[in-house]
């Protein structure tokens, strides 16, 4: 049986955006936006208080997707506490393609593990990893969570990832709209096949992506254009796509952010950054999100 800190515990996590144009379900950044989240073990029950975006919306009940997290994690650390109360302070928009579920299962996770006495010994840094990848379908949002920075993610067996700082000029500029998507529709909209030429399009351009965020950003226009999977999810996200091909013929490289709505354009340099920040619709929400290099840790 485990034996349980009394608390109370909190971790921050950051917003990610996925796929970046041609790195789909592999590629992500971690952006300095965060959602706190604080868990302590009381005698019985589950409470909840959420607040910020999402609030009047999620469950508070054992559906919450941060109680799932961690009831799993419990649960692979071999046993539960009699209660739980937990507290969310949520900043990260719901359903907009920053990966605010992602953030929601490595909170889950590290919570539980930091309120378990051994946790950090007997769930290590890789087995976080591949149990939020377990609990999110796909590695390429919980990698950058977790770990900050750029990550490309990927699974032989169980989730993998590298990390990389991104390059300092890159300056990250989300547009979140005034409105959400659905991941699963965006996901239902891609087709079993795609002519190979745009897969081996989409192949050359991921790599050249690694290398402009990584040290030449001068590419990031050209590393950045997609034909593998934005596209195909127009129909979910009209204005979305418009404002890309914009923002493209503008000469600035845009793209979704995750499965979407929200438009991430990689600007190059503070100027740039401002440009396009001015250049969104009215209704929509323009902010510069630095990359957080540190990923989701607990607060001490």
């Known amino acids: 049986m485990s034996e349980f800190v009394l608390g109370p515990v909190q971790v921050r996590v950051p917003a990610t955006s996925a796929n970046l144009g041609p790195g789909f379900d592999a590629l992500g950044i971690a952006l300095t936006l965060h959602d706190a989240v604080t868990a302590r073990v009381i ?7 959420v607040h910020g975006e999402g609030g009047a919306l999620v469950a508070r009940d054992e559906s919450h997707l941060v109680v799932r997290a961690m009831r799993r994690t419990f649960a692979v650390l071999g046993g539960e506490p009699a209660g739980l109360a937990l507290e969310c302070h949520n900043r990260i928009p719901h359903s907009r393609g920053l990966g605010s579920s992602a953030a929601a299962v490595v909170a889950g996770i590290l919570l ?6 051994d946790g950090s010994v007997r769930l290590p840094a890789g087995e976080v990893l591949a149990l939020a990848s377990d609990l999110e379908g796909h590695p390429d949002n919980v990698a950058p969570c977790l770990l900050g920075g750029l990550t490309i993610a990927w699974v032989q067996g169980t989730a993998r990832a590298v990390r990389r700082d991104l ?9 979140v709209p005034p409105f959400t998507a659905s991941t699963e529709l965006a996901r239902g909209l891609l087709p079993d096949t795609v002519p190979h030429g745009d897969a081996a399009f989409a192949a ?25 999977h934005q596209s195909y999810r127009e129909p979910a996200m009209p204005d979305s796509l418009r404002l890309v091909r914009d923002l493209r013929a503008g000469g600035y490289a845009a793209v979704i952010s995750g499965a979407g709505p929200t438009v991430l354009v990689l600007a190059r340099g503070d100027v740039e950054a401002a440009e396009v920040a001015a250049a969104g619709p009215p209704d929509w929400t323009a902010t510069v999100l630095p990359v957080d290099a540190a990923g989701a840790h607990v607060v001490d």
């Open 43 to 49: 005698d019985s029950g589950l409470t909840i208080d």
């Open 112 to 117: 539980a593990r930091a309120l378990v006495a």
């Open 167 to 175: 390059d300092p000029a890159i300056v990250p500029v989300a547009l």
């Open 204 to 228: 050359g351009r991921a790599a050249l992506l690694v290398a402009a965020l990584t040290g030449t950003p001068q590419a990031l226009f050209d590393a950045t254009e997609d034909r593998l």
